[in-house]
């Protein structure tokens, strides 16, 4: 059974600074790894989209990694801004079924 | 170009009671899927229609049923409601073949149910 685990589980950090989420995966064979946004009280709004034949996706100031061999993906912010703080979810895909992680729930101060 | 809606936006319910969510697909998109995502938790899937049909479902008991319209547009039912199924009701929008591998879901706000 997939399971899916996000580190940490919150994060603070002061504005412009550079931040790494992670995601871990316990099977390999997956089809994709999507990363989300989610503002409280509101749907997911995808991110990055990594292909299990892709390392990485970048979108602006995000990148996303993948290393399915080791079952492991990060998500890179560069230079924070108050308007990132939400909760960062990672999702992996197999045979029509998303598992999600908990989420990261990321505060960036003024 | 209209994105995934819900309805209603918030819900509560008393225990024992049966509900009714919907779910109205992006513009071009045929599949449905929903997911249950509790508080602090992500969310996890309940299940996928398309062609009108139960493609794909997961751990969920016989409670949680659905349907899908000629419009592909989908409805979540909830019968004889537990506590415990108070939680963020997500529908997410894909198109066919390709829903899972290539192309990312689009997600409406969801529905909060909450269960008294």
């Known amino acids: 059974k997939q399971e899916v685990t996000q580190i940490p589980a919150a994060l603070s950090v002061p504005e412009g600074e550079n931040l790494v989420l992670n995601c871990s995966f316990t099977?390999?064979?997956?089809?994709?790894l999507q990363w989300f946004r989610q503002d409280p009280g509101k749907g997911l709004t995808s991110l990055l989209l990594?292909?299990?034949?892709?390392r990485e996706q970048t979108s602006g100031r995000l990148n996303a990694s993948l290393d399915k061999s080791s079952g492991r993906s990060t998500l890179y912010i560069a230079a924070s801004q108050p308007g990132d703080s939400a909760t960062y979810l990672c999702?992996?895909?197999?045979?029509?079924?998303?598992?999600f992680g908990a989420g990261t729930r990321l505060t960036v101060k003024p | 170009d209209a994105g995934v809606t819900q309805s209603p936006t918030h819900l509560i319910k008393t225990r024992g009671q049966q509900v009714t969510l919907r779910c109205s697909p992006k513009s071009g998109h045929d599949t449905v899927s929903w997911y249950q995502q509790a508080l602090g938790q992500g969310p996890q899937f309940i299940f996928q229609?398309?062609?009108?049909?139960?493609?794909q479902r997961g751990n969920f008991p016989d409670r949680f049923s659905g349907h899908q319209f000629p419009n592909y547009s989908s409805e979540l039912n909830v019968n004889a409601l537990l506590l415990g199924d108070s939680a963020l009701y997500l529908c997410?929008?894909?198109?066919?073949?390709?829903?899972?591998?290539?192309?990312?879901?689009?997600f409406g706000d969801g529905t909060r149910l909450s269960i008294l």
């Open positions: 999702a992996v895909t197999r045979n029509n079924d998303m598992r």
């Open positions: 099977d390999s064979a997956i089809y994709n």
């Open positions: 997410a929008s894909s198109s066919t073949g390709t829903a899972w591998s290539n192309q990312p879901q689009h």
């Open positions: 229609y398309y062609e009108e049909e139960e493609r």
């Open positions: 990594i292909q299990s034949s892709q």
